[in-house]
């Protein structure tokens, strides 16, 4: 028998609904249910590519006996944290704060009024490693709820008051200035690692966030030093294996210090971040292979995540089918010299092993490699390379694929339409541009609503039942924000300015705060909040970035002062947790550097050149004289008949400009 998740838009949830655990969807029934049975509830989280949920989902939730005990005595609960980051994130931070650790499964047993008393996350389903069993942790749980309730309920009343207790104050609510940046950059140095690239130990995260302060930071002040721990960075992880080699895209994270083996899912926010990361290096410094590598990713984005409707797909599995009915990690990506031999011949398998590092031990498991660019003193017969490249892929894609998350997230589709709108502008690829603007649209069709307010995610064209949070407001806006520029099409502005006026209705307290749901949003625990940069900007520092390129836009002051109120938090963790804020560092090096408001009118060579300018502070708008698409073309005429840039600084403006050169200078 299906469970009640059959009819879930979440490709996690329904990968659950033929469990014979009865699992509930998060729901006021399932809360109801429990109070009516008078039994604990076990809140199960997770992603559809988390490799331990699918682990601990065959071991435990696929198992008749342990399933039977855990309806007797619970109400079941099971939610995607992708779906629900409210959900997650409440209950992710008390796990956090009782355990001193956190991460996905995460299993968490809750009063009928939902209020935390036990957490865990992974669980065996026998007795190892000092863990208990699942089943054991079941019966614990249920013996307690039943011999010693008044001792459980104090236990969840207390956790609830603590984090009642934790909400952000940070001080003055002022804009981080010089000195912060300047702090946060010496913190990264400390942190920085020369030998391999990137920032701490294993495992390591692509930082794609905090790249993007440093390329800031260096075209607003010229610090060689962040521009080389920028690019360096890029080179190495684009050497690594965390890198695919073959079909471009990047892995969730390296488990080792060297980029050599990935945790290999891919996620659409990593390659979104990670595609205008690379492009906006190439705009720096013109470096061949960082645009190479934006390319790869933003084909790899629009190849391999793009969806029937137009949208993205949130993530591909790291597992998949090793050709003998395992799911294995990385099967899909990692190659023997025996099967290179076998797609190759002898002579290229020789080739390749030696261009992609492929050796006789391996260097993931069973001997296998991970495919890497090692830096050697060979030179390599680049039409060879390009042949081997292109049979290896045709081979590649001959294997079992690696599943595919298919829900489209509002937030992650903001980053990607950023991402390919600026990439397909910068190389001349209208068609990334257009793969862009189809996103766009599906967001606007299927996710808006005519108040504009944003549901999180949809599924085969269906609209899923989740409102969205701020990072859905703030960073639909962001991508909006940069096809409007990139299109001259000034509707995308009005839609940025339709979700922030959200932004600042319905998720902001007035004094800066800012909360990830909105005021009328479902009344949880907590209502939760979460400045720090992780894998993706925080809602709260998204919402900073969008709120000021409007306000450049449009000379709202409104807009801008709440930018800068919501920065306020920058300035207390820039200094002190910089790897952590990184996307907030970014937009405070915008602050900085603007408002720098360029209007172009008039097609040509001055639109490209405004485009490609690495001011921090600047927004583009360009179109045809007396065109009404953006408020800065407004009473902006030629020159002489001829194409004109005018450019506005810090509220300051230059004379009009016809000459490419003279703008490229006011723009860099």
Partial sequence: MANRLAHETSPYLLQHAENPVDWWPWSEEA???????????????????????????????????????????????????????????????????????????MTVFLTPDAEPFYFGTYFPPEPRHGMASFRQVLQGVHQAWTERRGEVTDVAGKIVRDLAGREISYGDAQAPGEP?????????????????????????????????????????????GALQMASDTCERMARGGIYDQLGGGFARYSVDREWVVPHFEKMLYDNALLCRVYAHLWRSTGSEPARRV??????????????????????LDADSDDGTGRHVEGAYYVWTPEQLREVLGERDADLAARYFGVTEEGTFEQGASVLQLPQQESVFDAERVRSVRRRLLAARAERPAPGRDDKVVAAWNGLAIAALAETGAYFDRPDLVEAAVAAADLLVRLHLD?????????????AGGNAGVLEDYADVAEGFLALASVTGEGVWLDFAGLLLDHVLTRFADGTGSLYDTAADAERLIRRPQDPTDNAVPSGWTAAAGALLSYAAHTGSQAHRTAAEQALGVVKALGPRVPRFVGWGLAVAEALLDGPRE?????????????????????????GEEGSEEFPLLAGRPLVGGRP???????FTCEAPTTDVERLRAAVR
């Avoid at 995260?205 to 302060?213: A, L, Q, R």
């Avoid at 004109?644 to 810090?650: D, E, I, K, L, Q």
């Fill in 450 to 462: 005519d108040q504009g307010r944003l549901t999180r995610t949809s599924r085969d064209g269906r």
């Fill in 598 to 622: 360029v209007a172009v009118v008039g097609d040509g060579e001055l639109r490209r050149a405004a485009l490609l300018g690495t001011a921090p502070g600047m927004v583009v708008a360009f």
């Fill in 180 to 224: 912060e940046l300047g702090q946060a950059l010496l913190g990264l140095t400390r942190e920085y690692d020369p030998q391999r690239g990137g920032f701490g130990g294993a495992p390591k995260f692509p930082p794609s966030m905090v790249i993007e302060f440093l390329l800031r930071h260096h075209a607003r002040t010229g610090a060689e």
């Fill in 294 to 315: 934006a390319l790869e990713t933003a084909d790899f984005l629009v190849r391999e995540l793009r969806t029937a409707e137009g949208g993205f797909a949130s993530a």
């Fill in 31 to 105: 809360f109801a249910e429990a109070r009516r049975r008078d039994v604990p509830v076990l809140l199960s989280v997770g992603y559809s590519s988390c490799h331990w949920c699918h682990v601990m989902a065959h071991e435990s939730f696929e198992d008749r006996a342990t399933a039977d005990y855990l309806n007797a005595h619970f109400v079941g609960v099971k939610v995607d944290r992708e779906e629900r980051p409210d959900v997650d994130a409440v209950y992710m931070e008390a796990v956090q704060a009782a355990t001193g650790h956190g991460g996905w499964p």
């Fill in 644 to 650: 004109a840039a005018y450019v506005c600084r810090g």
